[in-house]
T-cell receptor
Framework: ETGVTQTPRHLVMGMTNKKSLKCEQHLGHNAMYWYKQSAKKPLELMFVYNFKEQTENNSVPSRFSPECPNSSHLFLHLHTLQPEDSALYLC?????????????FGEGSRLTVL | GQNIDQPTEMTATEGAIVQINCTYQTSGFNGLFWYQQHAGEAPTFLSYNVLDGLEEKGRFSSFLSRSKGYSYLLLKELQMKDSASYLCAVRDSNYQLIWGAGTKLIIKP
């Protein structure tokens, strides 16, 4: 496999459920990102990991909990979400954060919170 | 505050040329990116400009004027597969990416 893969592609959950999104990159990059994409809005950066260390948390509610066990894998654990959290969650990677290279994105996990 | 402006939606005809504009106000500048995103797919990198001028890559070109805080993406010989959203993003002085909301381009036969 190549590139950035995300699972699941679609997820429907109730407000009391606990679920996780998974991202894996096969590019040998050292930085990984979670973005939220809502219709007609700019991409919102949620978390950044550089060499497995979290370097950015953009005031994201604690109901979103990231985990980065190694440079190739990134998880987003979801708990007691709200309907307004329904969106496309994109994972991305780059050679390293703060560098000049471009981001490589996964196809996203479409989350619907009922 | 930091801001990226681009049109919400544009329509063009197959075979024609379209220019998608992007204006920005950011704290510093360390490069401007254009990404293409087809519906339900990942955004993919199209171009990067850090110096003023035109960068050409096949049917796509990207222009930058740093003094005007302005860029455009020029798409020539439009094809139906060019129907997608086009995202403009600027890297600020802290190397943070500031994103526009994207321009949805509709190509008609």
């Amino acid at each position: 496999e190549t590139g950035v893969t995300q699972t699941p592609r679609h997820l429907v959950m109730g407000m009391t459920n606990k679920k996780s999104l998974k991202c894996e990159q096969h590019l040998g990059h050292n930085a990984m990102y979670w973005y939220k994409q809502s219709a007609k809005k700019p991409l919102e950066l949620m978390f950044v990991y550089n060499f497995k260390e979290q370097t950015e948390n953009n005031s994201v509610p604690s109901r979103f909990s990231p985990e980065c066990p190694n440079s190739s894998h990134l998880f987003l654990h979801l708990h007691t979400l709200q309907p307004e959290d329904s969106a496309l969650y994109l994972c991305a990677s780059s050679q390293e954060s703060g560098g000049v290279g471009e981001l490589f994105f996964g196809e996203g996990s479409r989350l619907t919170v009922l | 505050g930091q801001n990226i402006d681009q049109p919400t939606e544009m329509t063009a005809t197959e075979g024609a040329i379209v220019q998608i504009n992007c204006t920005y106000q950011t704290s510093g500048f360390n490069g401007l990116f254009w990404y293409q995103q087809h519906a339900g797919e990942a955004p993919t990198f199209l171009s990067y400009n850090v110096l003023d001028g035109l960068e050409e890559k096949g049917r796509f070109s990207s222009f930058l004027s740093r003094s005007k805080g302005y860029s455009y993406l020029l798409l020539k010989e439009l094809q139906m597969k060019d129907s997608a959203s086009y995202l403009c993003a600027v890297r600020d002085s802290n190397y943070q990416l500031i994103w526009g909301a994207g321009t949805k381009l509709i190509i008609k036969p």
